[in-house]
Nanobody
Framework: QVHLVESGGRLVQAGGSLRLSCAAS????????MGWFRQAPGKERDVVAA????????YYADSVKGRFTISRDNAKNTVYLQMNSLKPEDTAVYYC????????????????WGQGTQVTVSS
């Protein structure tokens, strides 16, 4: 099991940028695949991006391709989500999640979740 804590969410204007961080506890972080998900009010939790243990494989939802970048620093037990050209429809609570192995966009593959961080994009 890995404990996850997200940070970096805040209010930002459309067109702006944010970088979310997810700090993980545990000595085996480098063996986990990681994902970022988001949930807007009244909607399901959807995958945003995912990354394998080494960073060599990534996945992005179509809605964020070319704007968001997922990365990880295994020495710091941290995964990041760089979000550029933000749009009001990006407003949501953003969650990071960990999976044993790479789960990509498969929600059920993620066993450990953070508490979420709010991102609000104003128009």
């Amino acid at each position: 099991q890995v404990h996850l804590v997200e940070s970096g969410g805040r209010l930002v204007q459309a067109g702006g940028s944010l970088r979310l961080s997810c700090a993980a506890s545990g000595r085996t972080f480098s063996s986990y695949g990681m994902g970022w998900f988001r949930q807007a009010p009244g909607k399901e939790r959807d995958v945003v991006a995912a990354i394998n243990w080494s960073g060599s494989t990534t996945y992005y939802a179509d809605s964020v391709k070319g704007r968001f970048t997922i990365s990880r620093d295994n020495a710091k037990n941290t995964v990041y989500l760089q979000m550029n050209s933000l749009k009001p429809e990006d407003t949501a609570v953003y969650y990071c999640a960990a999976s044993r192995g790479y789960s990509g966009s498969t929600y059920r593959g993620y066993a450990d979740w953070g508490q979420g961080t709010q991102v609000t994009v104003s128009s």
